[in-house]
């Protein structure tokens, strides 16, 4: 099951919020933490790849990004409440490897790096 979250996070990642090029101005989509540094880390790569986007679409990414939000948040809260010790943190551990796993893949997509080389060069 959540092998199965996760591929659809990551496919939701990769091709819906795939990165185009159209520019524009950068929505407003503040997050709160999903409580794995990780997944936030994801959840910010995807924020920046969305605000790429033609403003005409940008709209229905960032509200896919709050809703991946919330199910990495609910994930690892149900994780945390319902396992203990030594599977507690393998969860936690392999929840995080996920979402390094998703944001290497759209950081890897041409269009998206470029815009995250870009940003990054801007601060």
Known sequence: MARALLGLLLLCGTSV???????????????DS????????????????????PAETRKGHEAAIRIARDVLE???????EALKGDARAEARGALSAACKQMSDEVRGRD?????????????
Do not use: H, I, P, Q
């Open 17 to 31: 919020l795939g990165c185009g090029t159209a520019g524009g101005e950068a929505g407003n989509t503040d997050l």
């Open 34 to 53: 999903t409580g794995v540094d990780a997944c936030d880390g994801y959840l910010a790569t995807m924020t920046a790849c969305a605000s790429k986007l």
């Open 74 to 80: 609910a994930k690892a809260e149900a994780d945390d």
């Open 111 to 123: 269009a998206c790096g470029r815009a995250l080389t870009e940003r990054a060069a801007a601060r």
